[in-house]
């Protein structure tokens, strides 16, 4: 069993930033390729970042390339997406998800196997 749990949701002004987090409970959370999506209102559930279990390898969705950075701390069991140059089409519900070892990283949100709650972001233009 994998629990995840997102924070650092809010609301934020557009162009401003904000860095969510993910904290996970598994003992094996360093061979776990970990993602972030979202899904806004009235939209599907969007791929917006993944990272492999070694941190090695990063992807990114073409709309948040170069504002958002996914990164992870393995010692402290957590992921983290930092969002910069906010803009109102970034508001959504932010999840974070993660497959296990040796399971690739990966953009497609049916291949994860643990999910969090998800956490609001809402951007003011």
């Known amino acids: 069993q994998v629990q995840l749990v997102e924070s650092g949701g809010g609301l934020v002004q557009a162009g401003g930033s904000l860095r969510l987090s993910c904290a996970a409970s598994a003992r094996t959370f360093s061979t776990y390729a970990m993602g972030w999506f979202r899904q806004a209102p009235g939209k599907e559930r969007e791929f917006v970042a993944t990272i492999s279990w070694s941190g090695s390898n990063t992807y990114y969705a073409d709309s948040v390339k170069g504002r958002f950075t996914i990164s992870r701390n393995n010692a402290k069991n957590t992921v983290y997406l930092q969002m910069n140059s906010l803009k109102a089409e970034d508001t959504a519900v932010y999840y974070c998800?993660?497959?296990?070892?040796?399971?690739?990283?990966?953009?497609?949100?049916?291949?994860?196997?643990?999910w969090g709650q998800g956490t609001q972001v809402t951007v003011s233009s």
């Open positions: 998800a993660a497959r296990p070892y040796p399971s690739s990283s990966t953009p497609i949100a049916d291949r994860y196997d643990y």
